[in-house]
């Protein structure tokens, strides 16, 4: 049989926490965050007391406890053997109590979530909450691990704005947990939060038509992430509305989001045979990128290229030239998303159970306005 994996456990004779409940307490932690794998060997009760230096039957209680919660299970022979988290059952005694924490999961420090988390934090903290911000990486594994850890602590309730919130099984992991709001996760048709990306492409796209320009390249993270595929489907709107067509090879997309893959962008988009002398680039970091591209190889912004994008990010306002954008208000995101969670953690009705922000284009000088 293979060696248990090492326990790092402490407990607090002086705390009022019963010696039982600490154990079981960091043991799911462990679970939690991935230290202990379905099948891994606990150590036995013998070990853990002696371990510890506490009673067997303490040790055993801890043990009863996590096999009641689903988290182990015990079989002669094979000993107490870790199961799948799922995080669904919790002691009633427990879950009865509120933490007063929220669980935020973005995807990167990026400072389009700077307002975003401002408007969580103010409206939590107003209200007696503390946050707990998880940075996810647009990773599935981290997404599902952060879940896990913070369903641990027992939150109160869980906020996510990440991409990979397409990775979160509504019927499998979150029956029974912590409520959860969606935020810019078109996906979910309830307890959402999102911006209009559909008409922030329209608006957008729309400008640069305005100024003349018949041929319009688009520039963006992968289409399959629903939020940068409703701003394509707005591209394409404003398009057809001016009978123009959509040209394939001018559609540029990025394996991710970030100023490195918009500077690439601009470099593939120089090397098409005869590039747009327009772009919409669905995102400000990339454009940013895109721009870099354009000036390195002596290009102007916007006499031979005009560029417009979307966020409104403070870099937008500080690039040279400043960057005509859509705005999309991420602060209100965030209030909203924390006060809807709010009437979910207290079984308050929901007014409304999907709601969409309006987008508002911002003018300044990269389309060749001023």
């Given at each position: 049989?293979?060696?248990?994996?090492p326990l790092s456990l402490h407990i607090d004779p002086q705390s009022n926490l019963p010696i039982f409940a600490q154990l079981r307490q960091q043991i799911t932690w462990l679970i939690a965050s991935g230290k202990f794998k379905p099948g891994d060997r606990l150590p036995t009760i013998r070990d853990l007391a002696e371990q510890l230096g506490i009673h067997m039957h303490t040790a055993r209680q801890a043990y009863h406890a996590l096999e009641a919660d689903g988290l182990v299970e015990t079989r002669p022979s094979r000993g107490t053997r870790v199961k799948p988290y799922n995080g669904k059952k919790t002691d009633p005694t427990e879950s009865a109590l509120p933490s007063h924490t929220i669980g935020v999961l973005i995807p990167n420090i990026f400072s389009f979530y700077d307002p975003f988390l401002s408007g969580v934090?103010?409206?939590?903290?107003?209200?007696?909450?503390?946050?707990?911000?998880?940075?996810?990486?647009?990773?599935?594994?981290?997404?599902?691990?952060?879940?896990?850890?913070?369903?641990a602590k027992k939150v109160d309730g869980i906020v996510s704005a990440s991409t990979m919130s397409a990775f979160i099984e509504p019927p499998a992991l979150l029956a029974g947990g912590p409520p959860f709001v969606f935020a810019d996760s078109p996906q979910f048709g309830a307890n959402s939060i999102l911006f209009d990306l559909e008409n922030a492409g329209y608006l957008g796209t729309q400008h640069l038509?305005?100024?003349?320009?018949?041929r319009i390249a688009f520039i963006t993270a992968p289409l399959t992430w629903l939020?940068?595929?409703?701003?394509?489907m707005g591209y394409q709107r404003a398009l057809a509305a001016s009978n123009l067509t959509v040209e394939s090879d001018s559609v540029i997309e990025t394996p991710s989001y970030s100023l490195e893959d918009g500077y690439q962008a601009g470099l593939r988009l120089l090397a098409l045979n005869k590039p747009p002398k327009a772009v919409f680039v669905s995102g400000d970091l990339m454009a940013v990128g895109v721009i870099r591209a354009l000036r390195d190889n002596g290009k102007r912004i916007p006499q031979d290229f005009a560029v417009v994008s979307k966020d409104n990010i403070d870099i937008a306002g500080a690039v040279d030239p400043a960057l005509t954008t859509v705005n999309l208000p991420s602060y209100q995101m965030g209030v909203e998303a924390i006060n809807m969670l709010m009437r979910l953690i207290s079984k308050k009705r929901l007014e409304k159970k999907r709601v969409t922000l309006a987008s508002e284009l911002i003018v300044r000088r990269s389309c060749g306005c001023g």
């Open positions: 049989m293979p060696a248990s994996p934090e103010e409206v939590a903290r107003r209200m007696g909450y503390m946050i707990i911000v998880c940075i996810t990486r647009d990773n599935e594994e981290l997404t599902l691990q952060s879940i896990r850890q913070l369903t038509i305005e100024h003349g320009h018949k939020n940068f595929n409703d701003t394509y």
